[in-house]
């Protein structure tokens, strides 16, 4: 075996490792999670939403599981769901379902319905559903 093909071996190995793994803000190397619901397609729509801008997950408080969204949860797992405190504003808890960069509640709440790592736009109507996922303040 020629050193170039040594090399070349080496590289591939190298390339197939990193298709595996997805580059998620400020060079941090992560897998991508598992995100869990009904009908859930790469960027995270599900059977009960499925627009363009519907590609966010979000981790569930109760299990640590993300989903693609609240009627996912309560149809596939088998506890209740829980909101995350105010005290958590802080944890990566949303996922984007484009480059899946994580942000934590505070971000997804003052980022203007669009990802700060690739740009794609949220859908701005899950706003309406924040109650459902965070303690809001009444």
Sequence with gaps: MTALSKRYKQW???VKRAERLTVVGYNRVMQKPTVYGTRVDPQTRCAHYSSELDIIAIKMACCQQFYACRECHDEVARHEA???PMTKR???VVLCGVCAHQLTI???LLCESR???CGSGFNPGCSKHAHLYFEVTP
């Design 12 to 14: 591939s190995k190298t």
């Design 82 to 84: 829980m909101v995350w």
């Design 90 to 92: 802080t944890e990566l």
């Design 106 to 108: 505070n971000e997804y």
């Design 115 to 117: 990802c700060p790592q």
